[in-house]
């Protein structure tokens, strides 16, 4: 026996042999798919048979391949991620009894036939990616892993909202929608599940998206000696896109093809955020937003949390505390800003209550499977939860919205959504109807949150009369950005977490969801006014701007830590309102290709080691323009990297050269930010909130540099869906040093100019005394107080303005 397990444990040593263990024993559980067999020709691809098993490969487009894994038949084509179908066809495809060669315009997919593997190449048959010649696909139980080989140079980013480095090498994630309190700066799973990432090496790039919702497994190296990559589902398909293209943008926007981008969010949405748990009574919400007002320090948006509802119900209002929400919310609005409640998911089990007793009668609630309807313990106690996998469900749900609607609630903030239960655990045998393929809470717990979104949205944005609805949730999934933006649940008011939730943001930037944020100040805990100050100031570049605080701690409004935080808190969010028509541009952007708003380094130099260094790796764009630096709270001097060009500190405008690393000063006044040599800025005088109307004339600050570049710069009304009817307008900012010109493109589209005249602010100019533009030559001047800083006003026009200097 001992001698027979010695012989067994030489030979499983060798890779052969275990390749011959999982594809070919019959009766052993785990088990491979074994050598190919045939393959068959179908509308947008091929199946291939192989002996325990069939690969369906699907053409989306040259890049972007599908794949299916299943022992027996498929299972029924249904995703709650993707919108598109497949639209092309291989190319070529060669079979010569060692491989089945397929291509398209871009891609050339080898399907090896013994054992059958996948191997991903470009056009010019530089390896991709592949399975690992010793595992490929095994399946286990309901178990199903695709084991892939892993380069030896090769980094992983993206995930979504997953805690950790940039580079995800060498660690392993869960992919399972959880009610994190106070999460720790590496805990796993959080509270949204996105199960696409981009992996890197050798100077090429590919995406891979596992649309599977159940309980998911990715590792990168982890605990298996970088022996592979891998991910697995705990159940359903093995069923994931492969993205082929030439570089991380282009990967994002295919991956956002497929799941969807954002729609433009209303102009509010982007201004600063006020939150606490919570604000009442109306009073109370009235006396923050005049002081919001007195202070002069700008906000859009306040935020009541569960407290203005009767004994905490959906839908409904604490009558004590707000006797009259539709005065209130008018009294707000005249003051500038706009409410966003916040609804859960649960439903509380009482007989009367109008949630409850609809729901019941409609039987629209999740249940177990003898039919009783499934009760798990929330805020307002026993509660049942809508099956929003069901359509007449979420027509109900956005129906009920109108209970916010009527009164003048334009935010809905669906919170507890992963679905959250006192316990964390809803049995596995729970059920629900999955648009018409009744499934377990297993498949559907991670499409939950999105679906809820879902049909808040849909259902909001029918009753709002062609307002665009502001939605936020918890919880999510591959998808979520077209229905809501996300915030990044309970943190704590820790530098560590302050530091972790920039990663965070750009981790959900890098997979499709641009619209992110932090609880900024911290949710658990109390910050001290050196850490509420920078985060303050960071959260001014990050794409949502909320302050939040949990219930019984300190006051976290911008005057509560004393008069100097005060001031700098204010300054932190006037030069969020200046940039608004940057920012307002940079979301149609994400809007119209993908590109998120907040851009890890790793977006534009991947392949810099630099970019995934701990000290550098929180670094990001923030658009097309700027360079953020975060620094932890008491650092006053951050080490900083800059990508490769010349960058300008927007505070001062010292200079610095990329691909060089520099000690800059970081006072809790000055975040290291930094503008590209040779971009444009289009900022805006200040204003209270975003419905106030700025000064008449665009700041447009142009920073001197060796390249050309190009801004699209965007307006539309930032109330209504009328842009997507035509009414907005863009056109190309130019700089171009070779020709020494900047240049206003013709405005396309219909919407009215916002800005009268325009203020070239030039940086970085030596020696300016004129420019001209088509209508003679002006006089510049030096811009008081910034010595080498030049500034002159032209006539804003719809026509092209060429500018020479
Ligand atoms: C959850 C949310 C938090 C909210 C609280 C009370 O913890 O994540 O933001 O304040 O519930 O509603």
Redesign the pocket.
């Known amino acids: 026996m001992i001698l027979f397990r010695n012989f067994y444990h030489l030979l499983i040593s060798t890779t052969l042999l275990t390749v011959f263990l999982i594809e070919y024993s019959p009766g052993r559980t785990a088990e491979g798919l074994g050598n190919f067999k045939s393959y068959t020709k179908i509308d947008h691809g091929v199946l291939v048979a192989a002996d325990n098993g069939t690969i369906m490969l699907e053409v989306y487009s040259p890049t972007v391949i599908r794949v299916r894994v299943t022992k027996g038949e498929f299972l029924k084509d249904f995703s709650y991620a993707v919108i598109r179908n497949p639209e092309g066809m291989f190319t070529g495809i060669q079979e010569d009894g060692k491989e089945l060669r397929l291509s398209t315009d871009s891609l050339e997919i080898f399907v090896s036939e013994k054992p059958v593997r996948l191997h991903f190449y470009n056009r010019q048959h530089r390896l991709l990616n592949e399975d690992d010649a010793g595992l490929g696909f095994v399946s286990e139980g309901t178990q199903k892993t695709s084991y892939k080989h892993l380069f030896p140079d090769e980094r992983f980013i993206g995930l979504g909202e997953k805690t950790g480095p940039l580079d995800r090498r060498g660690q392993s994630y869960v992919n399972w929608n959880t009610d994190h309190?106070s999460y720790g700066v590496e805990d796993d799973p959080l509270y949204a599940s996105i199960p696409f990432f981009i992996g890197l090496h050798d100077h090429l790039t590919y995406g891979i998206f596992l649309d599977n919702s159940y309980r998911t497994n990715f590792d990168f190296g982890a605990s298996s000696d970088n022996r592979f990559s891998s991910f697995s589902v705990s159940d359903g398909e093995m069923n994931y896109y492969f993205f082929g293209d030439c570089s991380v943008g282009e990967i994002i926007s295919s991956y956002t093809a497929l799941t969807g981008r954002i729609q433009m969010p209303p102009r509010w949405s982007l201004g600063y955020q006020q939150c606490r748990?919570s604000y009442y009574p109306d009073a109370e919400v009235l006396k923050l937003a005049a002081t919001f007002r007195e202070k002069q320090i700008p906000a859009d948006v306040i935020y009541l949390?569960?407290h203005y509802m009767d004994g905490y119900k959906v839908f409904t209002w604490d009558l004590n505390r707000f006797p009259d929400p539709k005065k209130m919310i008018d009294s707000l609005r005249a003051a500038g800003f706009h409410l966003v409640t916040?609804i859960d998911p649960g439903i509380k089990v009482e007989n009367g209550y109008f949630a409850h007793d609809e729901g019941v009668a409609g039987d629209y609630f999740i249940k177990y499977p003898d039919g009783e309807n499934y009760i798990g313990s929330v805020?307002p106690g026993r509660c049942h939860f809508p099956d929003f996998t069901n359509p007449d469900v979420r027509t109900w749900w956005g129906k009920s919205v109108s209970r916010l609607v009527t009164p003048g609630v334009e935010g809905f903030w669906n919170?507890?959504n992963e679905p959250a239960v006192w316990g964390q655990h809803i049995p596995d045998i729970v059920r629900l109807s999955f648009d018409g393929s009744p499934t377990t809470i297993q498949e559907a717990h991670n499409v939950y949150g999105m679906e809820m979104a879902r049909s808040t949205f849909e259902g909001a944005r029918a009753l709002m009369s062609g307002k665009r609805p502001f939605v936020l949730s918890?919880a999510g999934y591959a998808g979520i950005q077209r229905y809501s933006a996300l915030w990044t649940?309970?943190n704590a008011s820790t530098d560590e977490h302050m530091l972790l939730a920039v990663r965070l943001v750009n981790s959900m930037g890098v997979s499709g969801i641009p619209f992110t944020g932090p609880?900024i100040g911290g949710?658990s805990g109390d910050p001290t006014p050196e850490l509420f100050t920078r985060w303050l100031s960071i959260g001014a570049y990050t794409p949502f701007y909320r302050n939040?605080k949990?219930?019984g701690r300190k006051r976290q409004e911008p005057w509560s830590f004393g008069e100097e935080t005060e001031k700098l808190a204010r300054q932190c969010i006037e030069q969020r309102y200046r940039m608004m028509p940057y920012l307002y541009s940079t979301f149609f952007t994400a809007a119209e290709t993908g590109m998120p708003v907040a851009r890890t380094l790793a977006i534009v130099q991947p392949f810099d080691e630099h970019v995934y260094w701990s000290q550098y790796q929180n670094e990001y764009l923030f658009g097309d323009n700027l360079l953020v630096a975060p620094v932890a709270s008491k650092e006053s001097y951050a080490d900083v990297y800059f990508p490769s060009g010349g960058w300008y500190r927007l505070s001062d405008d010292t200079y610095y050269r990329g691909d060089t690393s520099a000690l800059v000063r970081s006072p809790l006044d000055d975040l290291p930010v930094f503008t590209r040599a040779g971009s444009v800025l289009p900022f805006q005088s200040v204003v209270q909130n975003t419905s106030q109307r700025t000064s008449d004339t665009l700041q447009l600050h142009v920073y001197f540099g060796k390249e050309a570049s190009t801004f699209v710069y965007y307006e539309d009304d930032g109330i209504t869906y009328d842009y997507q009817k035509g009414i907005s307008s863009s056109r190309e900012i130019r700089f171009e040093p070779s020709e020494k010109r900047v240049t206003l493109g013709n405005v396309n589209g219909s919407y009215p100019l916002s800005f009268h005249f325009v203020k070239l602010i030039l940086h970085g100019f030596k020696e300016l005394k004129t420019i001209t533009t088509g209508r003679g030559s002006l006089n510049v001047m030096n811009l008081p107080g910034h010595p080498g800083v030049y500034a002159v006003t032209i006539e804003n026009s719809r026509s092209r303005i060429s500018i020479r200097w």
């Open positions: 309190y748990w949390d569960i916040i805020w919170d507890m918890r649940g309970d609880d949710f939040h949990q219930y």
